[in-house]
């Protein structure tokens, strides 16, 4: 079946450090892959989606590209702030069931001023 | 700003017991979902519905059961709770129209006892 793995569960950097959170599917064709953000105490919140080969989803200044090749979806920003200290979630939804998403584990990011 | 409310915010429960989470959208969308949330394993589908009156099995639906009344309202009945069903529960909206970009309340923590 349909599966996300985030291999880091935890990510600490400084301010102003780039930042890559990994995201790797296993899925048959061509699932669209999303990226959300949990902060404390709320509900996860849409980041961006890609649903094609190569489409490049971002937003806020976080970005990521759907690799096929390597079935990869990684996050990346060029410069962390504090304020985006919160976890990471990848996640698979497919064609007309786009809202039935599978999960990666998470990643918590913390950014140390 | 799309708004999904969810009740109890906390609930303890007792092993046995009959526990109902309820849900709120006014959004008017035609799709919600009920998921839990644990620790190594991200978010997983409980169940979803596609609009008043219907339901569908997620990716764990044991043990639970769900009921939509009415466009806004989606409730997760557990009948006879046990202690493995301690998460955190979040309620999300979606629509085709939004390219199912999902919309989630803040979550219930519910401990069962």
């Known amino acids: 079946g349909d599966s996300v793995t985030q291999t880091e569960g935890q990510v600490a950097l400084s301010e102003e450090d780039f930042l890559t959170i990994h995201c790797n599917y296993s899925?048959?064709?061509?699932?669209?892959l999303f990226w959300y953000v949990q902060y404390p105490g709320e509900g996860p919140q849409f980041l961006f989606r890609a649903s094609r080969d190569k489409e490049k989803g971002s937003s806020r200044g976080f970005e990521a590209t759907y690799d096929k090749g390597t079935t990869s979806f990684h996050l990346r920003k060029a410069s962390v702030q504090e304020s985006d200290s919160a976890v990471y979630y990848c996640?698979?939804?497919?064609?007309?069931?786009?809202?039935?998403?599978?999960f990666g584990a998470g990643t918590q990011l913390i950014v140390i001023p | 700003e799309a708004a999904v409310t969810q009740s109890p915010r906390n609930k303890v429960a007792v092993t046995g017991g009959k526990v109902t989470l309820s849900c709120n959208q006014t959004n008017n969308h035609n799709n919600m979902y009920w998921y839990r949330q644990d620790t190594g394993h991200g978010l997983r589908l409980i169940h979803y519905s596609y609009g008043a009156g219907s339901t569908e099995k997620g990716d764990i639906p044991d043990g639970y059961k769900a009921s939509r009344p009415s466009q806004e309202n989606f409730s997760l009945i557990l009948e006879l709770a046990t202690p493995s069903q301690t998460s955190v529960y979040f309620c999300a909206s979606g629509d085709a129209q939004f390219n199912e970009r999902l919309f989630f309340g803040h979550g219930t923590k519910l401990s069962v006892l």
């Open positions: 899925a048959s064709g061509y699932p669209a």
């Open positions: 996640a698979l939804g497919r064609g007309s069931a786009l809202g039935r998403l599978h």
